[in-house]
Nanobody, 117 residues
Framework: QVQLVESGGGLVQPGGSLRLSCVVSGTIFRLVDMGWYRQAPGKQRELVADITNGGSTNYKDPVKGRFTISRDNAKNTVYLQMNSLKPEDTAVYYC???????????WGQGTQVTVSS
């Protein structure tokens, strides 16, 4: 069974930075594409970035130029570096397979990111 454990969230002021991590177990991590999603209060969960098993990346418009997704296959970990954070980035962040895959694994607990002065 695949397990996803997200961490690295917190409270940060506008303009600040955070680095999220997601450790994946129970699968051959280096073979799978991964995505970072977020869910703000009262809104649907949305993809913000994804990375293929070969390292190609894709970003949604609201985070382009500010967020960077990366992976370390030796550590079974996918990262999301978030810079120039805005209040509208406030959400619970999750990792999982990208929408291009037909199914998602069971969601982890996520990590809360709050951007506020």
């Amino acid at each position: 069974q695949v397990q996803l454990v997200e961490s690295g969230g917190g409270l940060v002021q506008p303009g600040g930075s955070l680095r999220l991590s997601c450790v994946v177990s129970g699968t051959i991590f280096r073979l799978v594409d991964m995505g970072w999603y977020r869910q703000a209060p009262g809104k649907q969960r949305e993809l913000v970035a994804d990375i293929t098993n070969g390292g190609s990346t894709n970003y949604k418009d609201p985070v382009k130029g500010r967020f960077t997704i990366s992976r370390d296959n030796a550590k079974n970990t996918v990262y999301l570096q978030m810079n120039s954070l805005k209040p509208e980035d406030t959400a619970v962040y999750y990792c999982n397979t990208p929408p291009s895959y037909n199914t998602r694994w069971s969601w982890g607990q996520g990590t809360q990111v709050t951007v506020s002065s």
